[in-house]
């Protein structure tokens, strides 16, 4: 499985900076080998240019904690749409359990 992974800059009460924000699969396993681990375009595995009419949505996972970064856990059901090379918008959908209505974010460049 390939992942496209956050890692926060800055944190908050419940996730702290330098902790996983968020992922989003950007393709399945294949029962092969992991794949390359780096920095840098080398180290990144080739993804298919993204779809000129519509943006490319991908399954995405978000880090939850309890304030103080208690009792973290993954929770799958969010969904990240990539609209352009420059701005992704992550939607948590399921992934908030009680907390649906979260809005959702928006990263631009």
């Not at 779809?51 to 969904?79: C, H, I, M, T, Y």
Request: glycine share 12%; charged share 20%; proline share 10%.
């Amino acid at each position: 499985e390939v992942r496209l992974v956050a890692t926060k800059v800055t944190g908050d009460a419940h996730v702290p900076a330098g902790q996983q924000s968020w992922w989003a699969r950007l393709a399945a396993g294949d029962g092969g080998a992991d794949p390359p681990v780096g920095v840098g375009a080398e180290a990144l595995p080739l993804v298919p240019p993204l779809p000129s009419s519509a943006p490319l949505k991908l399954e995405a996972g978000v880090q939850l904690a309890d304030e103080g970064f208690v009792n973290p856990r993954w929770e799958e059901g969010a969904s990240l749409e990539v609209r352009s090379a420059s701005s992704l918008l992550l939607t948590f959908g399921e992934a908030r359990g009680s907390d649906a209505a979260a809005p959702p974010l928006l990263f631009e460049r």
